[in-house]
Nanobody, 116 residues
Framework: VQLVESGGGLVQPGGSLRLSCAASGFTFSTYRMSWYRQAPGKERELVAAIFSAGTRTNYADSVKGRFTISRDNAKNTVYLQMNSLKPEDTAVYFC??????????WGQGTQVTVSS
């Protein structure tokens, strides 16, 4: 099982980034995919989740209206479009895959820094 995040970087406040997570080694379409983040000195928190068919999504209150999670089951990839970024969005962003039978997998994370 492998989850590889990409797309992180340094962006100014108000800017946008699109994170991608390429999955392999499991049946992607049967997993709930999520993005989490962890800022220095803070616990890892759920940012957004998308269920296997892609028709249902959940967001943390802090990102609603600014972030959009999506998935392409044909490409085994999940995305996180982040708009109107704020300094408090600075964190390492992790991709995760979960299903009831096989449990939870994590990617290695990608750094997002929002700063002027």
């Amino acid at each position: 099982v492998q989850l590889v995040e990409s797309g992180g970087g340094l962006v100014q406040p108000g800017g946008s980034l699109r994170l991608s997570c390429a999955a392999s080694g499991f049946t992607f379409s049967t997993y709930r995919m999520s993005w989490y983040r962890q800022a220095p000195g803070k616990e890892r928190e759920l940012v957004a989740a998308i269920f296997s068919a892609g028709t249902r999504t959940n967001y943390a209150d802090s990102v609603k209206g600014r972030f959009t999670i999506s998935r392409d089951n044909a490409k085994n990839t999940v995305y996180l479009q982040m708009n109107s970024l704020k300094p408090e969005d600075t964190a390492v962003y992790f991709c995760s895959a979960y299903n009831l039978r096989n449990g939870l997998y994590w990617g290695q994370g990608t750094q997002v820094t929002v700063s002027s």
